[in-house]
């Protein structure tokens, strides 16, 4: 009898669990839907006093065996679970999402690919100060083989009084010298007028960290018919990084390349923090390919190298690095740029990195 009694009980509790799930299910649709006037109307989507009051009202009708606090606890997994499904449904509308392209974005620099799984160097002065400093670093990237060669022209500085940069000549003298040693040309663009003039002299347009929530200017790069780079900004979540990304390919431009520079915390042995976690999750939850600037996260001469170490075995596309011929008479940040010597040991190193990671056995 008690046998037959148990079974009885085990088919309803079986029948409950099914009602409950076809419960939480519509419940989680229900939610989708709300999640999406939301988007549309730019509400946020976690609202904590409306939590509060559903909470309040459901523990008011408890009448057992549960404790209320139990009750509440259950509840707020359920709300949590909501939650997170509203942010899974954002992720997957997202044109930078992995969800949304599985396979990984390539990006062709004049013949240089970039996020195909063999790694780039994007190198050059913090500053472009003048045609002969800057062909001192080509001629050593040549004979290195690199393509890629960076410089600031447009220099957005802390200070007002701090060099800003040549402008457009300084452009001009980053074109010039492409031209000569047939390298490709990266260099930041700040004004959103300018971006159009600019594709004269670039191969790549770089958007700064300082500029990473400049809307108008994301914009203005997602028009445009050069590859982006964009960095992340010195306070920014891995979710405003991808969203900044958002807003170029949003305006049809999807050649963009996410750049890992360092995030600002209260440490101060180095001048940001290089988040270096960040390259394997937005490998993840992007097809975007992403390189690390070690210049800018580590802001040491003497850190460039084991920062690009790391930045290669995680399994970044790239690394940045500031190069000058003579760091000491440097316009803009002395302290991090390599002289011509230490960026060719910086090199070997890297290549020799390069081949044992690629010659590696893996472990079964």
Same mark, same amino acid.
């Given at each position: 009898?008690?046998?037959?009694?148990?079974?009885?009980?085990?088919?309803?509790?079986?029948?409950?669990?099914?009602?409950?799930?076809?419960?939480?299910?519509?419940?989680?649709?229900?939610?989708?839907?709300?999640?999406?006037?939301?988007?549309?109307?730019?509400?946020?989507?976690?609202?904590?006093?409306?939590?509060?009051?559903?909470?309040?009202?459901?523990?008011?009708?408890?009448?057992?065996?549960?404790?209320?606090?139990?009750?509440?606890?259950?509840?707020?997994?359920?709300?949590?679970?909501?939650?997170?499904?509203?942010?899974?449904?954002?992720?997957?509308?997202?044109?930078?999402?992995?969800?949304?392209?599985?396979?990984?974005?390539?990006?062709?620099?004049?013949?240089?690919?970039?996020?195909?799984?063999?790694?780039?160097?994007?190198? +050059?002065?913090?500053?472009?100060?003048?045609? &002969?400093?800057?062909?001192?670093?080509? /001629? %050593?990237? =040549?004979?290195?083989? !690199? @393509?890629?060669?960076?410089?600031?022209?447009?220099?957005?500085?802390?200070?007002?009084?701090?060099?800003?940069?040549?402008?457009?000549?300084?452009?001009?003298?980053?074109?010039?010298?492409?031209?000569?040693?047939?390298?490709?040309?990266?260099?930041?663009?700040?004004?959103?007028?300018?971006?159009?003039?600019?594709?004269?002299?670039?191969?790549?347009?770089?958007? +700064?960290?300082?500029?990473?929530?400049?809307? &108008?200017?994301?914009?203005?790069?997602? /028009? %445009?018919? =050069?590859?982006?780079? !964009? @960095?992340?900004?010195?306070?920014?979540?891995?979710?405003?990084?991808?969203?900044?990304?958002?807003?170029?390919?949003?305006?049809?431009?999807?050649?963009?390349?996410?750049?890992?520079?360092?995030?600002?915390?209260?440490?101060?042995?180095?001048?940001?923090?290089?988040?270096?976690?960040?390259?394997?999750?937005?490998?993840?939850?992007?097809?975007?390919?992403?390189?690390?600037?070690?210049?800018?996260?580590?802001?040491?001469?003497?850190?460039?190298?084991?920062? %690009?170490?790391?930045?290669?075995?995680?399994?970044?596309?790239?690394?940045?690095?500031?190069?000058?011929?003579?760091?000491?008479?440097?316009?803009?940040?002395?302290?991090?740029?390599?002289?011509?010597?230490?960026?060719?040991?910086?090199?070997?190193?890297?290549?020799?990195?390069?081949?044992?990671?690629?010659?590696?056995?893996?472990?079964?």
């Amino acid at each position: 009898m008690s046998g037959n009694k148990m079974d009885q009980h085990r088919e309803e509790l079986d029948t409950l669990n099914l009602e409950l799930l076809e419960l939480i299910n519509k419940r989680a649709a229900l939610v989708q839907e709300i999640g999406k006037i939301k988007v549309k109307q730019g509400m946020k989507k976690f609202d904590p006093i409306r939590e509060r009051e559903m909470l309040n009202s459901i523990v008011r009708k408890n009448d057992g065996p549960f404790e209320d606090s139990t009750i509440e606890h259950i509840f707020k997994e359920i709300f949590k679970a909501s939650l997170e499904l509203q942010e899974d449904d954002h992720r997957k509308a997202l044109l930078v999402s992995r969800k949304r392209k599985p396979e990984d974005t390539v990006i062709s620099v004049k013949g240089t690919a970039i996020g195909n799984g063999s790694p780039q160097y994007v190198m +050059g002065p913090c500053s472009v100060e003048s045609y &002969e400093q800057v062909e001192h670093v080509a /001629k %050593a990237m =040549k004979q290195k083989g !690199l @393509k890629l060669l960076r410089g600031g022209a447009f220099k957005p500085r802390t200070s007002p009084y701090d060099f800003q940069g040549l402008g457009f000549e300084g452009l001009q003298i980053l074109k010039d010298i492409a031209d000569k040693y047939d390298l490709a040309v990266i260099s930041e663009i700040v004004n959103p007028a300018h971006i159009e003039e600019a594709e004269q002299y670039l191969d790549v347009i770089q958007i +700064g960290a300082r500029n990473m929530q400049n809307f &108008e200017l994301l914009k203005a790069a997602g /028009k %445009a018919t =050069k590859p982006i780079l !964009l @960095k992340r900004g010195m306070s920014a979540t891995i979710e405003e990084f991808m969203k900044a990304a958002e807003y170029i390919i949003s305006q049809g431009n999807e050649q963009i390349i996410l750049c890992e520079r360092g995030i600002r915390t209260y440490e101060k042995a180095t001048r940001n923090t290089l988040d270096i976690s960040a390259v394997p999750i937005l490998k993840q939850e992007t097809h975007l390919p992403i390189i690390v600037d070690v210049t800018h996260s580590t802001g040491r001469r003497d850190l460039l190298l084991p920062a %690009a170490k790391a930045a290669l075995a995680i399994g970044a596309d790239g690394v940045m690095a500031e190069v000058h011929p003579d760091p000491a008479v440097a316009l803009s940040d002395s302290a991090q740029q390599m002289d011509i010597p230490m960026f060719d040991h910086f090199m070997e190193e890297l290549k020799d990195l390069q081949n044992r990671i690629r010659t590696e056995v893996p472990v079964r």
